[in-house]
């Protein structure tokens, strides 16, 4: 499969102005978890960014539902893995500026992912807390080049600390005292700043604005 028949089956990687590298993307309205959030007031999914402005445009909402599709496709991770290696140089990858896991299977195509190209820093964000924890009874341990942050339901609520030190992983926020993401004083950009990579950075803290 060559990185142009591998970018065509995924549906494309994404490139979110704030990053500094490419992503991946799919509909916020497929979230599983996000669905249900998007229904309580205060919480951070009520407000998600990615449920309008550009995204709303046809083409965009064709492309992301194209990349959603692409999911089921049994050649999507092999696909990925050439893609991102092809076409990824900043050795970092964000998955998911746009929508969340869908099953343990996909977790687990996106950490095979990971382990296929440990010269990368993989980012993933998620709130589907069930199939993190399913994950990590199943297989332990994620890539050693893949920070999975567990990201917190409510804007004034906390993060989800204790399900991350149990599974040794890192969370993120919209009220925690942690690390300030200095984007919304940047332009919104991350510029130099690689936290959200970073696994020695427990809990990033996102300001809404």
Known sequence: MTPVQ???????LSKP???PCKGYSIPAWRCITGAKMRE?????????YALKGNYLWSNVKNALEKRF?????????????IAIAHYEKSGYFRFHDSGDVQSVEHLENLCEIADSLPQIKFWLPTR????????????GDFPPNLTVRLSGLMMDGK???????????????????????????????????????DKSVFDVTYKKG
């Open 6 to 12: 591998a970018v065509n089956l995924i549906g494309g």
């Open 17 to 19: 102005s704030k990053m």
């Open 40 to 48: 309580v007031k205060g919480s951070i999914c009520a407000v998600c």
């Open 69 to 81: 599709a692409s999911l089921s496709n049994p050649l999507w991770t092999k696909a990925m893995i």
């Open 128 to 139: 589907e807390y069930a199939f993190v924890r399913s994950y990590f009874k199943k297989h």
């Open 159 to 197: 993060a989800p600390v204790s399900l991350a030190n149990q599974l040794g992983l890192v969370v993120s926020s919209a009220s925690e005292s942690g690390f300030d993401c200095p984007a919304s004083k940047q332009g919104h950009k991350c510029l130099d700043c690689r936290a959200c990579w």
